[in-house]
């Protein structure tokens, strides 16, 4: 109708009512770009905050993995040096020296125990890929970055650390160690101490990261993680025994 309307004022050569025709038509397209504009801003940060909600729950999943290695920090540093001058000693007999008080569920005794835990990034990944997290706050956007960056190469730290260990099964056991072979287990304790220096250094550094992030945890969900608190200090101390340290999240209890 505008468009037939236009046409007739083009024929009746009133220009004035065609200048005027024109202002409406750019005037109602522009009006129809801000309101799609308008509703696609709102759907995003609608996704943003929908997809904050799983990161958090993601990031603490995390926070509470590098919590748990921190803790254990110095029991660590105690052990490998323990097993690290008993292997320099001379002579070729081995007595194990390992703590009562800890649970062993392997059949063949662990020298060394670490945690073994999942590091998921599955949530950021998938909302990064999706483009969600284009409009975060930039600040934000690069304290994530750097949890998540340090998560994966928490985990790839953990299952060398793990791989080691795992070769460190027969010190558990009375029997003849020969010097060369002992200079390789030393070897070995050395891999486990550096690698083991690398997490503690990233656990701490995304620590404090984390714990300057503001969360935004419904009532429930505190409840289940300091429950969940509570379980994980309870099983440290079974598995750990006197390694074990008990763990505190400040982030919790800034929630209350």
């Known amino acids: 109708m505008l468009l037939r309307r236009i046409t007739q004022h083009v024929?009746?050569?009133?220009?004035?009512?065609?200048?005027?025709?024109?202002?409406?038509?750019?005037?109602g397209i522009l009006i129809?770009?801000?309101?799609?504009?308008?509703?696609?801003?709102?759907?995003?940060?609608?996704?943003?905050?929908?997809?904050?909600?799983?990161?958090?729950?993601?990031?603490?999943?995390?926070?509470?993995n590098?919590?748990?290695r921190a803790a254990?920090?110095?029991?660590?540093?105690?052990?490998?040096?323990?097993?690290?001058?008993?292997?320099?000693?001379?002579?070729?007999m081995w007595q194990p020296s390992f703590r009562e008080d800890v649970i062993d569920l392997l059949v063949f005794r662990a020298v060394l125990r670490s945690p073994?835990?999942?590091?998921?990034?599955?949530?950021?990944?998938?909302?990064?890929?999706?483009?969600?997290?284009?409009?975060?706050?930039?600040?934000?956007r690069q304290d994530l970055e750097l949890v998540y960056d340090n998560a994966k190469y928490a985990e790839k730290i953990q299952d060398s650390i793990l791989a080691a260990e795992s070769k460190l099964k027969t010190l558990a056991y009375t029997t003849q160690?020969?010097?060369?072979d002992r200079l390789r287990y030393f070897d070995i304790l050395s891999e486990i101490d550096q690698n083991s220096l690398y997490l503690e250094w990233a656990a701490q550094q995304t620590i404090e990261v984390i714990e300057s992030h503001t969360f935004n945890f419904s009532q429930a969900d505190q409840e289940q993680y300091r429950k969940g608190l509570q379980d994980l200090n309870e099983r440290t101390v079974e598995i750990y025994g006197i390694c074990a340290t008990e763990i505190e999240m400040p982030i919790l209890e800034e929630q209350e």
């Open 177 to 180: 160690i020969a010097q060369p």
């Open 116 to 140: 073994n835990r999942p590091w998921r990034t599955f949530v950021w990944d998938s909302e990064l890929t999706r483009g969600t997290l284009n409009i975060m706050e930039s600040g934000k």
């Open 72 to 92: 254990l920090t110095n029991c660590r540093k105690e052990s490998l040096h323990d097993l690290g001058q008993r292997l320099l000693k001379p002579g070729d």
């Open 66 to 68: 590098f919590k748990e």
């Open 11 to 27: 024929k009746d050569q009133n220009w004035f009512a065609v200048g005027i025709d024109f202002v409406i038509v750019v005037v």
């Open 32 to 64: 129809a770009f801000q309101i799609t504009n308008w509703n696609e801003a709102r759907e995003a940060q609608s996704n943003l905050e929908r997809a904050e909600v799983a990161i958090d729950s993601e990031v603490f999943a995390l926070y509470r």
